[in-house]
């Protein structure tokens, strides 16, 4: 069975303002579709062909790499974003809250670390907030298609800081796109990925 691009899990307008729909669009129907069609490509007639997603980024090299991650990083950020109208954005709370209270010190010391992680990334990539093996959380920061999936943490929260995520709404202002970001997280979400 092949890959397949999943529905977003909203209407391509719901983030407005914070992000438009002509970006959903072309983020989601254009480059995420891309890495989905590009891998289904990639692995027919390989012994990938019809294996599960998050097993081809695991088991996957170089372009087959490339595209399975993007395909599971993309599907994996729009569930970390929720429409500001049906209760995204605010601060995390319950077991959530707390872990991060423990590792950061506070919700909004963990968002400045994670902007400052997000503006110093060089090029194109992800910033996650992660769990790691002890359980306790983290930030970590992956260079274009790499992802946690391949290793030990747990990824909670992806933010995708390639332009094609905020080129149309904000240019080339990835502080102003951050901005719009927290007003978007699913918190929700993000607690249901904790072990």
């Not at 670390?113 to 093996?133: C, M, N, T």
């Not at 992806?158 to 709404?169: L, N, R, T």
């Given at each position: 069975?092949?890959i397949?691009?999943p529905?977003?899990?909203?209407?391509?307008?719901?983030?407005?303002?914070?992000?438009?729909?002509?970006t959903?669009?072309?983020?989601h129907?254009?480059?995420?579709r891309?890495?989905?069609?590009?891998?289904?490509?990639?692995v027919?007639?390989?012994?990938?062909?019809g294996?599960?997603l998050?097993?081809?980024?695991?088991?996957?090299?170089?372009?087959?790499?490339?595209n399975?991650?993007?395909a599971?990083?993309?599907?994996?950020?729009?569930?970390?974003?929720?429409?500001?109208?049906?209760?995204?954005?605010g601060?995390?709370?319950?077991?959530?809250?707390?872990?991060?209270?423990?590792?950061?010190?506070?919700?909004?010391?963990?968002?400045?670390?994670?902007?400052?992680?997000?503006?110093?990334?060089?090029?194109?990539g992800?910033?996650?907030?992660?769990?790691?093996?002890?359980?306790?959380?983290?930030?970590?920061?992956?260079?274009?298609?790499?992802?946690p999936?391949t290793?030990?943490?747990i990824?909670?929260?992806?933010?995708?800081?390639?332009?094609?995520?905020?080129?149309i709404?904000?240019?080339?202002?990835r502080?102003?796109y951050?901005?719009?970001?927290?007003?978007?997280?699913?918190?929700?979400?993000?607690?249901?990925n904790?072990?």
């Amino acid at each position: 069975m092949a890959i397949e691009l999943p529905p977003l899990p909203y209407e391509r307008s719901a983030l407005e303002p914070h992000i438009s729909a002509e970006t959903v669009e072309y983020h989601h129907g254009k480059h995420q579709r891309g890495y989905v069609e590009r891998l289904n490509a990639l692995v027919a007639g390989t012994d990938l062909a019809g294996a599960p997603l998050e097993d081809i980024v695991r088991k996957a090299q170089g372009a087959v790499f490339e595209n399975a991650a993007q395909a599971w990083n993309h599907a994996f950020y729009w569930r970390c974003l929720r429409p500001s109208a049906g209760g995204g954005g605010g601060t995390p709370s319950g077991a959530l809250g707390e872990a991060i209270d423990s590792a950061f010190g506070g919700f909004e010391p963990l968002r400045a670390q994670f902007d400052a992680l997000a503006l110093k990334l060089f090029g194109s990539g992800w910033v996650w907030l992660v769990q790691r093996e002890d359980g306790g959380l983290a930030l970590a920061a992956t260079s274009n298609a790499a992802t946690p999936l391949t290793g030990s943490d747990i990824p909670l929260l992806a933010c995708d800081v390639w332009e094609h995520a905020y080129y149309i709404d904000y240019r080339n202002a990835r502080a102003k796109y951050l901005e719009a970001f927290w007003n978007l997280v699913d918190w929700d979400f993000v607690a249901s990925n904790l072990k």
